[in-house]
Each structure stands twice: as C-alpha cells, then as structure tokens.
Nanobody, 122 residues
Framework: VQLQASGGGLVQAGGSLRLSCAAS????????MGWFRQAPGKERRFVAA????????YYADSVKGRFTISRDNAKNTVYLRMNSLTPEDTAVYYC????????????????WGPGTLVTVSS
C-alpha cells in the first residue's frame, strides 16, 4: 500500500487549503483513512478520519467546523478541506490508512504517507 499526500503550502490566516491523499496497492473498502499532523516540537496528533465503507467521519475538537474530510471512491483518494486556518494549524500533515478500521490513535494505522507541510502565516 502506498499513500501520497499533496496540497500543502503557505497560506495566510483565515485562508483555506485542500489536502489530497491518493491510495494505491490495496483494497480499501473496509479501511479507515485518517489525517494526522505534527507541529514543530510537538507530538503527532489526530486530525480527522473517514470510514471508507460508509463515509462516516470523525474529527478532533480543534478542527471541528473548520475541516472537512471526504473521499472519492473511484479515485481512491481522500481529501481534507481546511478552512479558517490559523497559525496554530501549521504542521506537517500526514495521511494514513488503517486496515482494521480503527481511527483515532497513530498505532491504529498500518500505512503512512510522507507528509505535506502546511504553513499558516499571521
């Protein structure tokens, strides 16, 4: 299984970005796909996840109402739409795949993408 994240970049506070995570090399119908982020000097933290089978979504409290995770089954791609960004959202964002369908902890995931940097300027 390979995951390739893209879409990071530099944005001003209040702006938006959409991250993409293209998955290949597996059958993902029963999997969960998640986004995590790691800010400089901090631990990696859960951001959002989606169950591939039914589209059910889960969010960290810090991003609820601002971020939206979605999927495109035909493209095997998961998206993270990020609105109303603040400097506190600055981090490397990682997409990950969980074959067991659990989604909240990093150790629930079997595969990780290389990460994409999001920088929000004030």
């Amino acid at each position: 299984v390979q995951l390739q994240a893209s879409g990071g970049g530099l944005v001003q506070a209040g702006g938006s970005l959409r991250l993409s995570c293209a998955a290949s090399g597996g059958t993902f119908s029963s999997w969960a796909m998640g986004w995590f982020r790691q800010a400089p000097g901090k631990e990696r933290r859960f951001v959002a996840a989606i169950k591939w089978s039914n589209g059910r979504t889960y969010y960290a409290d810090s991003v609820k109402g601002r971020f939206t995770i979605s999927r495109d089954n035909a493209k095997n791609t998961v998206y993270l739409r990020m609105n109303s960004l603040t400097p506190e959202d600055t981090a490397v964002y990682y997409c990950a795949a969980s074959s067991g369908g659990r989604y909240y902890f990093g150790y629930d995931y079997d595969y990780w993408g290389p990460g994409t940097l999001v920088t929000v300027s004030s």
